[in-house]
C-alpha cells in the first residue's frame, strides 16, 4: 500500500503525521486507513506519484528477493521470466533491464508477447503455440538462460531444469498449476544447478524490515534513474474491487492494478 501517515505509535521516530509512506502488509492494504509496522515502510521519494507507489510492495519486495538475492541475477546474464505481463513479470523485467541484465519471456498471447518486448524483454515466447524449451535454447545459442523465475510450477518444473544453463539458478515463487510434478533431478547434479524458493508473506517482521532497507538502498535508485518505475496497468475505486479482480483473473491486464481510496 500507500498513503500518508495519520499518526504513529510510541517509539516510531522516523515517520511523522503527513509524510508519504509506502509498506508491505501482511494484509489490511483494501481499505482507507491501515495500521503499518515502521519498520516495513519506505518514504515514497519525490518524483514519485502514490499510485506507483503503491506498485512496489510487495512485487518488487518479492522480485528483488528471489531473482537478485536468492538466484544472483548477474550483468551480462540471461534471465527466463514466466509470465512476462504479470506484476512479477514486468517487476523483473524492468529490474533486470536495468541492471544490465537480459530477459526472455513468455506470455500467453502474441499481443501479450508484443508488450512485453516493448517493456524491455529481448524477446517473449506465446506459450500457447510454442514450445518454449526449444525456442528459449534457441534465442541463447543452445546454453539456456543463467536465470529462471517461475511461478507456474506443475508441467513447467522438468522443462526448467532441462533449459537452464550450466551452473544456472531456478527460483520458485508460486505453483499456479501445481507443486507436484514426477521429476528427473539429474539435470541438477550434471548442471549444477540451484533451485530455491520462499514465500514473503509468512517471514518475519525482522527479514521483513532487512529487506525494506535493502529496497530502499538498491532499487529505489533503480526505479527513479534506471527507467524501473512500475508499470500501472490500470486503477479502480475500493468500491469497484471486484471489476479490479476479474481484470486480474481474465489475465487482461499488463503491470500493476491498484485501488484508489475515497480521498484519491
Excluded at 537478485?68 to 533491464?97: C, D, N, Y
Excluded at 508488450?115 to 528459449?136: H, P, Q
Excluded at 496497468?233 to 485501488?259: C, M, W, Y
Amino acid at each position: 500500500l500507500s498513503g500518508e501517515v495519520l499518526e504513529c505509535g510510541p517509539g516510531v521516530t522516523r515517520f511523522a503525521p503527513g509524510d508519504r509512506v509506502m509498506a508491505l502488509v501482511a494484509g489490511g492494504a483494501y481499505a482507507e486507513e491501515a495500521i503499518v509496522q515502521a519498520d516495513v515502510a519506505l518514504p515514497v521519494p519525490e518524483g514519485l506519484s502514490m499510485t506507483e507507489a503503491a506498485g512496489i510492495p510487495e512485487t518488487y519486495f518479492t522480485v528483488w528477493s528471489n531473482l537478485f538475492i536468492r538466484a544472483g541475477l548477474q550483468p551480462g546474464e540471461t534471465a527466463l521470466i514466466h509470465g512476462g505481463t504479470s506484476g512479477i513479470g514486468v517487476t523483473a523485467t524492468l529490474l533486470a533491464r536495468a541492471i544490465g541484465a537480459e530477459v526472455i519471456t513468455t506470455c500467453g498471447s502474441d499481443e501479450k508477447c508484443r508488450a512485453s518486448e516493448k517493456l524491455g524483454a529481448t524477446a517473449s515466447v506465446n506459450y500457447r503455440d510454442t514450445d518454449f524449451v526449444a525456442a528459449v535454447r534457441e534465442l541463447t545459442g543452445g546454453k539456456g538462460p543463467e536465470v529462471i523465475v517461475d511461478m507456474v510450477g506443475g508441467p513447467y518444473m522438468q522443462r526448467n531444469l532441462d533449459l537452464v544453463a550450466e551452473d544456472g539458478r531456478i527460483a520458485q515463487i508460486a505453483f499456479q498449476q501445481g507443486s507436484r510434478a514426477e521429476m528427473d533431478m539429474g539435470p541438477v547434479l550434471f548442471k549444477r544447478l540451484t533451485v530455491c524458493g520462499s514465500t514473503l508473506r509468512a517471514r518475519p517482521l525482522a527479514m521483513k524490515a532487512e529487506l525494506a532497507r535493502e529496497i530502499e538502498a538498491k532499487v529505489l535508485p533503480l526505479i527513479l534513474e534506471k527507467g524501473a518505475r512500475p508499470i500501472i496497468d490500470s486503477t479502480f475505486p475500493l468500491n469497484r474491487v471486484q471489476d479490479a479482480h476479474a481484470r486480474l483473473e481474465a489475465s487482461a491486464h499488463t503491470g500493476k492494478i491498484v485501488l484508489l481510496n475515497s480521498a484519491d
